[in-house]
């Protein structure tokens, strides 16, 4: 079994009748809940809950506090190659896209490492584009063992590896997965990821549930807001996620809720999420999953961000570059992913999080 089987299973049922008939009094038993199956969950994503953020908040903000107190763990994101063999429609690195692809050498990912961990982050993403010939896994382990000379945690976000690749990397020294579905609607997964491995759906949606088999300690999943529903995409997320940790407890979970930003090339099938659905997403999130990470990335505005911190969002990115290089030289970088709304500093992140009263934590994880 694995979760495409608990996909499946729900396709005769009608999420939209639930979507849309929710009642107020069922929104209040909810929130007096102290657990929540999934179809509470679904209500939470409600058009009614909608209405119904304010009590929602108080209870998201009581959660977080009881399960994270007043942390919040930064890191940042480390591009290291943009070379890509898929067709996604909605991502600048689409290999159809004629941008300036990159890759960095061994010395090359060495300065951008010293580089970031200036700022005085110890937990960092290395992220590469979907190409196994331009990135095979002994690239992505030969850069985690310079990572791991300057930085104390560091996950991993790139195209989907077997179980015993996984493994290689957890050997290396690699803690963390982060594996978006993107779109958790198989019909719409097709037709926006045209050519290339990422096709395959079912491979990616197994890929999280590989990482646990592996030994990797933080899993991050979700889903790229935008492509389809929100409302059922956030509902997948979760599901997903209590899937995951029902069945491996011994990890520790996020969940992220990125949308769509502007990137290269011409995608206009956007389903709108607005900051009032984002909210609505985050304190549903919070309340169903309770002790699970949510990550919230630079493509929000910075008062937006600071905004979601005391309703459930943990996990924050600082000191942005989405372009391979773009920490350590203004020349030869390759182009950015999509465009970031968030630009401040490690420094500057930091000083906000301390003004709201909150811990900025530098690091989740340390390798010894
Ligand atoms: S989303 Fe990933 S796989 Fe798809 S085009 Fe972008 S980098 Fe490649």
């Excluded at 996909?7 to 849309?20: A, H, P, T």
């Excluded at 038993?29 to 908040?57: P, T, V």
């Excluded at 990550?295 to 943990?314: A, C, Q, Y």
Aim: glycine share 6%; net charge neutral; aromatic share 10%.
């Amino acid at each position: 079994m694995s979760f495409y089987d608990v996909y499946k299973s729900l396709e005769d049922k009608d999420l939209d009748y639930i979507i849309e008939n929710t009642k107020e009094e069922e929104i209040k038993e909810i929130l007096a809940k102290d657990f929540l199956d999934e179809f509470d969950f679904l209500k939470l994503l409600s058009n009614e809950a909608k209405n119904h953020l304010e009590i929602m908040a108080k209870r998201a903000n009581f959660l977080t506090l009881k399960h994270f107190g007043r942390a919040v763990l930064l890191y940042t994101p480390i591009y290291i190659s943009n070379y890509c063999v898929n067709k996604c429609v909605y991502c600048s690195y689409n290999h159809e896209n004629e941008i300036k692809r990159k890759k960095l050498n061994l010395e090359e990912i060495e300065k951008e490492a010293i580089e970031i961990s200036k700022t005085g982050l110890r937990h960092i993403l290395l992220l590469t584009g979907d190409s196994r010939k331009e990135s095979p896994v002994s690239y992505i382990k030969d850069a985690v063992k310079i990572l791991k000379k300057y930085f104390d945690a560091i996950s991993i976000e790139v195209y989907a590896l077997k179980e015993d690749e996984y493994k290689e990397l957890v050997d290396a020294g690699v803690s963390g997965l982060t594996i978006y579905q993107e779109v958790y609607n198989e019909d719409i997964y097709k037709k926006v990821h045209l050519k290339g491995p990422k096709s395959n759906y079912k491979n990616r949606l197994d890929a999280p549930e590989r990482g646990c088999k592996a030994g990797m300690k933080f899993i991050g999943i979700g889903a790229l807001l935008g492509l389809n529903d929100f409302r059922k995409e956030a509902f997948y997320t979760g599901i997903h996620c209590n899937y995951l940790q029902k069945k491996y407890p011994h990890v520790e979970y996020s969940v992220s809720a990125p949308r769509i930003r502007p990137h290269v090339g011409i995608f206009d099938l956007i389903d709108e999420v607005d900051d009032k659905d984002l909210v609505q997403i985050i304190l549903a999130y919070r309340i169903y999953l309770k002790s699970v990470g949510i990550t919230m990335s630079t493509r929000e505005k910075e008062g937006f961000r600071d905004h979601l911190i005391p309703l459930g969002v943990t996990n924050i990115s600082a000191g942005v570059k989405t372009s391979v290089k773009g920490h350590s030289s203004d020349e030869d970088k390759g182009e950015a992913q999509f465009e970031i709304a968030d630009k401040r500093s490690v420094k500057e992140m930091k000083e906000a999080i301390k003004n709201m009263n909150y811990q900025p934590l530098m690091k989740n994880w340390m390798n010894i």
